[in-house]
């Protein structure tokens, strides 16, 4: 429902993506998206929550890691992502040279001469699906991809991309198994759910609390 000027109105407060505090009862829990609006690093989709046992409202200053502005890099988070407390997103800032004489970074003093060393290193950004289960102290590294519907097992240290619906644990993190069927993996990623409208996903979310694709697919938008 929209209102004449075409604002959202929302009849219940969880359903807003830009309300930071979905669960009034739960100041742990809060939806990202408004928490890091306008953030130059950091790009969060509608319905990604995150815990936190401090204060959620601090996870740029304190989850994503050398996010510095003298490299291109940045965390993407997609649709309905759980995202655990202290997870951390670990971009490009803290890279040294491993393939040099010396790890140590001479460049960033300006005290010891001119070293021209060429690009920094940088592995790329962090890209997040959608539907992402991030368990708790987990850490990602720079450039990697955790497919849609991935989990990551709590203490877990990924480096390397995680295929959809996979889950992985461990250090370095390696795939445990798939969550589902292939061929149930296979119709939930071409349904995409997390694409659908607002209501849609509403009338699904019984049929999303199941193991029955059949039931889901049955209730796609048109």
């Not at 004449?4 to 669960?23: G, I, K, R, W, Y």
Request: hydrophobic share 40%.
């Amino acid at each position: 429902m929209t209102t004449s000027t075409d604002t959202p109105v929302f009849d219940h407060p969880a359903l807003d993506p830009m309300n930071p505090s979905p669960l009034p009862a739960a100041a742990s829990m809060a939806y990202l998206k408004p928490l890091i609006a306008g953030h130059p690093k950091i790009t969060a989709d509608d319905y990604s929550y995150i815990h936190s046992f401090d204060d959620p409202a601090c996870f740029a200053e304190t989850q994503l890691k050398y996010a510095f502005d003298f490299i291109e890099d940045r965390l993407e988070i997609g649709r309905f992502c759980s995202i655990a407390a202290d997870a951390s997103f670990v971009l490009n800032g803290g890279n040294h040279f491993a393939d040099r004489l010396s790890s140590y970074p001479f460049p960033i003093f300006g005290c010891w001469g001119e070293p021209d060393p060429g690009p920094w290193p940088n592995k790329g950004g962090i890209t997040i699906g959608h539907d992402v289960w991030i368990g708790w102290d987990a850490v990602i590294m720079p450039g990697v991809t955790v497919g849609h519907g991935a989990i990551i097992a709590a203490k877990s240290v990924v480096t390397r991309d995680v295929d959809p619906y996979t889950i992985v644990g461990g250090n370095p993190a390696k795939p445990i198994r798939k969550r589902l069927p292939e061929a149930d993996i296979e119709r939930l990623l071409e349904l995409a759910w997390w694409d659908w409208p607002v209501e849609a996903i509403r009338v699904a979310s019984d049929a999303l609390m199941k193991a029955d694709i059949d039931a889901l697919e049955q209730l796609a938008p048109n």
